[in-house]
């Protein structure tokens, strides 16, 4: 067996055993979407191990097991229009991707445009068509395809903001790291009226900060 297979062999079981993926599509996305295709030259031999990896500028490529949870935490279904602030390298929007399958889609925005580049790069070599990238400023979300069923934020935000709240369709989902630059709680929030929000926490992480309008800047 090839080293890489063996390695993400290994982070599948890891992932699996620690709890991080349990449902049957989040496990085949994850199967079928291969990391090392996302990380720079150089780094294809760490796409496997648990860890954030460099990409281009200051954006990383997440670490599995906070992705695997994140996907878990929101639910994405066969057909959802989801989301995603920060494109990143594209591979957590090809996960999205095949999560709603090809009756639903993805959009998702990117701030850096050379970043934006790169994963549009890695999203075309996957053939997966259901996928809009967007550069732009995604702290005020992308109202052009509101509503949305379901919003991620992959970068770490000082709040949730009021823009994306109303992009988000009624009985929709928030998944967001919320705090400050260097420590940040998810929060999940579902929008259960057209003015009232439940939310919960689970856990701290360390994400990059947004940037933009409703971000650090
Ligand atoms: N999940 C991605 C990694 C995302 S890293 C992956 O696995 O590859 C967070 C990304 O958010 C970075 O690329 C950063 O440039 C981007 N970002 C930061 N602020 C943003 C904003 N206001 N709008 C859109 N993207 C933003």
Redesign the pocket.
Known sequence: MKELDKKKKELMHHLLNGGFLKTASIIMAFKEVPRQQ?VLKGYEKYAYDDTPLP?I??????QPST?AAMLEYLEPKTGEKILE????????SCLLSRCVSDSGNVVT????EA?AKFAIKNIKRMKIKNIKVVI????VGYAPDAPYDKIIY??AAPRISTEIISQLRLGGRIIAPVGNKFMQVLKIIDKVSENELSETEAGSFR??????KR?FD
């Open positions: 996302f990409t500028n200051e954006s990383t490529i997440s992705v602030i920060g494109t990143g390298s594209g591979w957590q925005i990117e701030i850096d970043v732009g400023d995604g702290s992959t970068a994400f990059v900060p947004l940037k933009g971000g």
